[in-house]
């Protein structure tokens, strides 16, 4: 296989891996002020992420160092195009960081309430602007040789934001399960059914993407060519669905692992449908970037895929560990006693 | 203003703010193993609350390091759209390599530090901080490997209108940047010993917790003195690379204009860039500045087109100050080791220490000025212009939002961030448990 085949691949994994992560902190950090009302509750969620929001985050930072360095054209103008919505991102992730940590050390109520709304927006506007982005990458820029002609609010298309809403629902589902397996009972209950509740519009825009897909994008003329690719967007149905069974049983854990599984699922398909491009041109196939038109040389592409193959597993190694170490209930005691 | 201009302002404001929170970080990650591996050999409950105390401080200083660094890697193709085409094949390999070999395990086991104390052993608690002290430091490595192609580029060819990698192993051990890391990692020890040593002053001057600030003093002394000899040790290797990789750079740390065999250093110099020469030179010392760049004849800036010279009197006077800050930390830190054993006697000298928090921080921002600033006007030494490396589809008004929108923020969060870590370095650890 050529390297820009394995680091696509891979483009498209770290993607995935990141949304899988970081969605529930978002999710999470969207529900916040809606299920936890007093001291004990907020203390909860915010702990509930508290250990491992900052190594999820760590996947995006992979994600465009790795498209940096494996296909520097598409990152220089992937960047430069969408200047001010990433920018928008990068202020709400900078926000939601600083809010998660500083909440438990702010000395007053007045403060606790302002890093409370910086939790809230920014978890918000990531994960509905991920998704708005992704949308528009799905469609292709509207880009020729001579440079970007699109603005902030032409990637606000109907299109766009529907994407940005089914990342935005997913999240909120991937949050809300999160929650519920780690916070005390009561709180537990309410977050549970935060995402039983968010699970139908999740599946309303999932089949509404499935259906304007086909209007909106190339994305199934791959799938058309080799219909055997079929299997990745038929399974992220199946597991969509079974995340609302689980719900339904109660079964927290499974129902969060098919959440997870789902999101996965959704970015590949997104990304089979994509190859070879990386940013679609609207305006004329020909200006697409593609991983063969903007990657870095083969003897780069090898290096990091050195790289890549012995520490990718290592991180996972360790990030799981954490996990276990972490996938506790977290007691009313421990709340109280907290002290960062 | 032009997207050029407004986008350098950019970078140097969101860089400068990324390096007020990463030198801290680098060292005081260490000290804090250092006290809780302390805690575990000898089961002295001191050390466990001092891991705790300097952990907090540690933490609030580490969440805004972490999100302004993101800025950073976002920036480069934001603004810097051509550069991050021109020089992705090489340069984008150690920013991927730093995410993926220390940025993950820095993050993830600070979390696991953070909120492990009572769900995994001792030892693996302690093993956890190691590994963030080592991984911080390691992130520091491949940045500074990134960091050194810019300033003296290796390992590459030029093809496909693009600079491409041929000799990773080149890249990786470049002098420049193996140098320059050792020099930037030991300015971040030294801010992390004289913050331990300020913060200890400022308790032990108001008599509180005495027995426990004289013991982070004893920590915090010992790592500033030795830091602070390294780090001027280093300096002096790290300027004759300068002088060796890029002239103008050297020419005008020196302010020197005219190439000149067996050249003096002038304690007292004042620049005159437009005249091209100094309006004032005085106290020379003969050779020495031909001995500290180890080379008989230095080449002055006259030697090169003026399009190609950096500004003088900033990069000259941000390296005088560097140096002179150099020497005091290494005479601090030497008069507060003299002094350590009956530090609470020597009112003066914790005054002094006390008010002598800054001054590390500052002499890194103006080592960086030096290393940035006189770079210019290459973004790439020799190879590519700043003024080739912008972003062609960014327009003006979308860089000066930006510019304005990270000012407003940043300056914000640097206020929050001060206040609280001024207001938990003023409360004090936990008290004893008796």
Request: charged share 15%; hydrophobic share 50%; glycine share 8%.
């Amino acid at each position: 296989m050529e390297f820009q085949v394995i680091w696509f691949i891979l483009w498209g994994l770290l993607w995935a891996v990141y949304f899988a992560l970081d969605g529930f902190d978002f999710g999470a950090g969207i529900l916040y002020p809606f299920i936890a009302k007093n001291e004990m509750d907020k203390r909860a969620v915010i702990h509930a992420i508290g250990p491992v929001w900052n190594g999820n985050e760590v996947w995006l930072i992979t994600a465009g160092g790795a498209t940096f360095a494996a296909f520097p054209t598409t990152y220089a103008y992937m960047f430069s195009y969408l200047y001010t919505p990433l920018l928008i991102i990068l202020f709400a992730l900078i926000l939601r960081g600083v809010a998660v940590e500083f909440r438990p050390k702010a000395p007053t109520e007045a403060q606790k309430k302002l890093w409370d709304a910086g939790i809230l927006i920014g978890s918000f506007i990531p994960a509905l602007l991920f998704g708005v982005a992704f949308g528009n990458i799905f469609m292709g820029l509207r880009f020729d040789e001579s440079g970007y002609y699109g603005t902030l609010f032409s990637l606000l298309n109907p299109y766009g934001l529907l994407v940005g809403l089914l990342f935005l629902f997913s999240f909120i589902v991937h949050g809300g399960l999160w929650v519920s397996l780690r916070v005390p009972n009561s709180l537990a209950e309410k977050a549970l059914s935060r995402a039983k509740k968010f699970w139908y519009p999740q599946l309303i825009c999932a089949i509404l993407f499935l259906i304007l897909t086909a209007f909106y994008t190339r994305l199934y003329d791959n799938f058309i060519k080799y219909p055997i690719w079929f299997f990745v967007p038929t399974l992220a149905v199946v597991f969509l669905l079974l995340t609302g069974v689980m719900i339904r049983k109660n079964k927290k854990g499974k129902a969060f692992i098919c959440s997870a599984l789902f999101i996965i699922t959704l970015v590949f398909s997104g990304v089979i449908g994509l190859y070879p491009n990386l940013i679609p041109s609207a305006i004329d196939p020909k200006y697409s970037f593609t991983i063969f038109n903007s990657s870095s040389s083969p003897y780069t592409l090898k290096i990091m895929t050195i790289v890549v193959i012995i520490f990718v597993p290592i991180v996972l190694f360790y990030q799981a560990w954490t996990y276990k170490t972490f996938m506790y209930k977290i007691t009313e005691k421990e709340l109280k006693e907290e002290n960062y | 203003m032009d997207t050029l201009l407004l986008s350098r302002l950019q970078f140097a404001i969101t860089a400068a703010f990324h390096f007020i929170f990463v030198p801290l970080t680098l060292g005081l990650s260490i000290l804090i193993a250092y006290m809780e591996t302390k805690y575990l050999r000898t089961g002295d409950k001191d050390y466990l609350r001092m891991a705790k105390f300097w952990g907090r401080l540690f933490i609030i200083n580490f969440a805004l390091g972490v999100v302004t660094g993101i800025t950073m890697e976002f920036q480069f193709g934001m603004n810097w759209a051509e550069y991050s085409r021109y020089v992705g094949d090489i340069f984008g390999s150690p920013l991927a390599i730093e995410a993926t070999v220390a940025f993950f395990l820095e993050s993830t086991f600070l979390g696991v530090w953070i909120f492990g104390w009572n769900r995994i052993s001792p030892k693996m608690h302690a093993l956890s901080i190691w590994l963030v002290a080592l991984a911080t430091n390691l992130s520091a490595l491949w940045i500074l490997i990134a960091n050194g192609w810019m300033q003296n580029p290796v390992g590459y060819v030029i093809n496909n209108g693009r600079a491409e990698m041929v000799d990773f192993w080149a890249v990786v051990t470049n002098p420049y940047g193996l140098l320059k890391f050792g020099h930037t990692v030991l300015s971040g020890w030294v801010v992390a010993g004289f913050f331990v040593l300020g913060v200890s002053a400022y308790h032990i001057l108001r008599k509180n917790e005495t027995e426990f600030f004289k013991k982070s003093f004893k920590i915090g002394v010992i790592f500033a003195l030795v830091s602070s000899i390294l780090v001027a040790g280093i300096g002096d290797f790290h300027a004759k690379e300068v002088a060796a990789t890029q002239p103008t750079k050297l020419a005008a740390m020196e302010s020197l204009w005219e190439t000149t065999k067996d050249a003096p250093m002038y304690l007292l110099l004042i620049p005159d860039q437009k005249n091209e020469r100094n309006s004032v030179e005085a106290i020379g010392i003969p050779s020495m500045l031909s001995i500290l760049a180890g080379q008989k004849e230095v080449r002055g800036l006259k030697d090169f087109p003026p399009s190609e010279r950096p500004p003088v009197t900033l990069t000259f006077i941000s390296f005088r100050l560097m140096v002179g800050l150099g020497f005091l930390f290494i005479l601090l830190s030497l008069w507060a080791l003299v002094k350590s054993k009956r530090i609470e006697n020597s009112t003066t000298l914790l005054r002094i220490l006390l008010w002598s928090i800054p001054l590390p921080y500052i002499a890194a921002q103006l080592g960086w000025i030096v290393a940035e600033v006189g770079r210019q006007p290459w973004i790439v030494y020799g190879l590519l212009k700043t003024s080739d490396a912008i972003s062609k589809s960014v327009e003006p008004s979308q860089v000066l939002a930006s510019l304005i929108g990270f000012t407003l923020f940043y300056g914000a969060l640097g206020v929050i961030d001060i206040y609280l870590l001024a207001k938990y370095a003023r409360k004090g650890p936990q008290p004893k448990e008796v």
